[in-house]
């Protein structure tokens, strides 16, 4: 079986991630004269309700319309106008920055399209319509950070490329952070086969040493995290209708019970009455 493909930030935890808002979000509204020349000291990013808008950034050329979201970079000069004809230039903006266990900057980190079409674009209309109308000049509010942190991550999903080779940072603490994102996402995406003493095996920090930054990080060690994200995928696949012993089979278990009695130790109820309450049925 080939290995799973997931958008990476799917399978880190939650506390790996940072969101902070610089300010509230900024409700576009723009007429035919509009025009803005700027520089912002964090990422910022930009969705079209309707009209267009046309920019330059860093030298690009990049139009936006309605459905599209796009993103400039901290310290990046744009100018931006508007993109033709009668209709306002609608949409949000939203000054940002998402840093890694509080520390590296992950949109640095990563390889991003400037502009996408936000899929699944019915449904996100009308949230990032609220996010706009409900916003407040004066502050941020919990209900918009998690608002916004959705439609982040709608974007970071379609925009994603890759990862950067390292991350822009000299800090060592920023590298170590990174470094273990990278292994974490490797680790989930991929839970069949000896995967987890590959990934360690390439890091460049001393075994040991690796071992306590991810744990005093992810809150588990490396091995113990594979073993969690093995066993989501056993969820995934008894849900699917597979059977214990084909699933103790994929995962590369050569005594199902042993594979039994993993799963309970991580769900709390055996694989076999698992499948057949998600299922409805006995199991073979």
């Known amino acids: 079986m080939d290995k799973i493909v997931d958008f990476p930030l799917d399978t880190i935890p ?25 520089i912002n000291p964090v990422h910022d990013l930009v969705v079209c309700l309707s009209g267009r808008g046309a920019y330059q950034i860093g030298g690009e050329e990049v139009e936006v319309s309605e459905g599209d979201a796009m993103l400039i970079p901290a ?6 106008r508007h993109g ?34 936000l899929s699944d674009w019915d449904s996100f209309k009308s949230l990032i319509t609220l996010y706009r109308d409900k916003s407040s000049a004066m502050t941020t509010t919990l209900q918009q950070h998690h608002q916004f942190m959705v439609i982040l991550l709608a974007f970071l999903r379609d925009a994603f490329v890759d ?9 060592p603490q920023d590298q170590l952070s990174m470094q273990i994102m990278l292994v974490a996402s ?28 991810f744990r005093d990080r992810i809150g588990m060690t490396p091995q113990k995290y594979r073993e969690s994200k093995r066993m989501e995928f056993a969820l995934h696949r008894l849900q699917m209708g597979a059977t214990v012993k084909s699933v103790s089979a994929e995962l590369g278990f050569r005594d199902p019970y042993f594979f039994s009695r993993q799963f309970k130790r991580h769900v709390g109820a055996s694989p076999s009455r698992y499948r057949a309450k998600r299922n409805g049925g006995d199991d073979a």
């Open 163 to 171: 990862w950067r080779n390292a991350p822009d940072s000299d800090d």
């Open 84 to 117: 033709g004809g009668d209709e306002n230039y609608t949409g949000v903006a939203q000054h940002f920055s998402l840093e890694l266990f509080s520390r590296g900057d992950m949109i640095q980190s990563m390889s991003l399209r400037r502009r996408v079409r």
């Open 186 to 213: 490797r680790l989930s995406t991929d839970p069949l086969g000896n995967v987890a003493e590959e990934v360690l095996a390439n890091v460049p920090y001393n075994a040991d040493y690796f071992r306590r930054a």
């Open 14 to 38: 939650t506390q790996s991630l940072n969101l902070r808002l610089a300010r509230s979000p900024i409700p576009m509204r723009h007429t035919p004269r509009w025009k803005i020349d700027k």
């Open 75 to 80: 310290y990046t000069r744009f100018l931006g």
